[in-house]
């Protein structure tokens, strides 16, 4: 049975990335073909979480490597910064494809922790997470649902 129970709305912006010899907007943007072995890429994210039980701001890098048949492979990590002054960490694992309006769609396995009593609810949960990432506003949209 598939769960509906949303544990988090993150919307995020693109704040910053890191290349490694290969541009990922050309490789996006279909001008240039990624490596055979693939381009690695560092995005920093800066945004919003929103949920029932987690409200805050969200600071991340997720590690992506453009594979040479132009999948997406998605490696996170990320610090949620909650109003109540608690914290989670978030760590994710997924892939992206592109889909005909140049809108990467996500797909990701999330993990959550906390040490906090507060939030160690988390650390017993996994997540599913779906969501887009606009390439040209560079706009990050991801909801978590309990897996």
Do not use: C
Request: glycine share 12%.
């Amino acid at each position: 049975m598939e769960s509906t129970e949303l544990i988090f709305d993150i919307t995020g912006r693109m704040t910053g990335t890191d290349e490694y010899g290969a541009s990922i907007q050309a490789i996006l943007e279909g001008k240039a073909a990624p490596p055979p072995a693939g381009a690695r890429f560092d995005g920093k994210v800066e945004g919003t979480v929103d949920g029932p039980k987690l409200k805050g701001s969200i600071h991340s890098v997720d590690y992506l490597n453009v594979r040479a048949d132009g999948r997406i492979e998605l490696h996170g990590h990320a610090r949620l910064d909650l109003k109540d002054g608690g914290k989670v960490s978030l760590f994710a694992e997924g892939l992206g494809a592109l889909d005909a309006n140049g809108v990467l769609q996500l797909r990701e396995s999330v993990t959550l922790r906390s040490n906090s009593p507060d939030y160690a609810w988390v650390n017993s949960i996994q997540v599913w997470a779906t969501g887009t990432a606009t390439l040209t506003s560079g706009e990050i949209r991801l909801k978590g649902y309990k897996a």
